[in-house]
Every structure is written in structure tokens, then in C-alpha cells.
């Protein structure tokens, strides 16, 4: 449940007007931000995504590499 003094974040969602009609109507929304990235940068950025299977974090190897690289981990 959210209350008037926490914050809460979706990244990408809702994705559509039926979610977001029935977000909206369980908690008003205050204010949405459209982000405008330019696709090769958003293509990037998947491209060096890497997930540690055991403890489900997710690194990226040019912006937030792992200290140990293991074998564990998946694209």
C-alpha cells in the first residue's frame, strides 16, 4: 500500500490504458516522466547488460561492471 509519504517508482509501466486506468484509480498519480533516449544508446545498454543468476543483481559491463567477475552469470 502507498501512502501519502512514500514515493514509489514503475519503469515501464503501466504499458497500457487499461493499466493505467486501474493504477490510477487504486492510487492517484502525481506526476510522469517521459524519458527521450535515442535507440543506439538504449541498444547499448541492453547489449552490456549481465545478470548474476545466484543473487539476481544486474550489472552492466561498461557503466557498473562486477568487482569479481564469476562464471555465474547470464545475457
Request: hydrophobic share 45%.
Amino acid at each position: 500500500m502507498v501512502t501519502s509519504n512514500s514515493l514509489c517508482a514503475f519503469i515501464g509501466f503501466p504499458r497500457t490504458k487499461e493499466q493505467a486506468e486501474e493504477l490510477f484509480a487504486n492510487e492517484p498519480i502525481d506526476a510522469a516522466l517521459n524519458l527521450i533516449v535515442p535507440f543506439d544508446i538504449i541498444i547499448e545498454r541492453v547489449k552490456g547488460r549481465w545478470i548474476h543468476e545466484r543473487s539476481g543483481r544486474i550489472y552492466n559491463m561498461e557503466y557498473s561492471p562486477p568487482k569479481v567477475m564469476v562464471r555465474c552469470f547470464a545475457m
